[in-house]
């Protein structure tokens, strides 16, 4: 089994940034496309970002495109999320997921993630 675990999360004005990290162990795998999710208070957990297995290609929800980055390095032992100009609509706990077969592009549906972090809270003030 793989395990993540997110950080980097904190409390930031609007329009500061902030880069999260999740580390993997276990039973890791370069293969595994890796996504960042989120969950704001009273709502459902939505999709925000993905790379691929290769590093190659990404994919953004439209509220963050242009704002946020994914990357990684160290064969996805670490993946990262750049989130510039952060808005109060941001606020949520943040996931990192990965999965190591999918067959479709843009993976973007939560049920095709077979690991998860427990997330990492992410609060923007006014």
């Known amino acids: 089994q793989v395990q993540l675990v997110e950080s980097g999360g904190g409390l930031v004005q609007a329009g500061d940034s902030l880069r999260l990290s999740c580390a993997a162990s276990?039973?890791?795998?370069?293969?595994?496309?890796v996504a960042w999710f989120r969950r704001a208070p009273g709502r459902e957990r939505e999709f925000v970002a993905v790379?691929?297995?290769?590093?190659?290609?990404?994919y953004y929800a439209d509220s963050v495109k242009g704002r946020f980055t994914i990357s990684s390095e160290n064969a996805k032992i670490t993946t990262y999320l750049q989130m510039n100009n952060l808005k109060p609509e941001d606020t949520a706990v943040y996931y990192c997921?990965?999965?190591?077969?999918?067959?479709?592009?843009?993976?973007?549906?939560?049920?095709?993630?077979?690991?998860w972090g427990q997330g990492t809270q992410v609060t923007v003030s006014s």
């Open positions: 276990g039973r890791t795998s370069s293969r595994y496309a």
């Open positions: 997921a990965a999965e190591a077969d999918y067959s479709t592009w843009p993976p973007t549906e939560e049920y095709k993630y077979d690991y």
């Open positions: 790379i691929s297995w290769r590093g190659r290609g990404t």
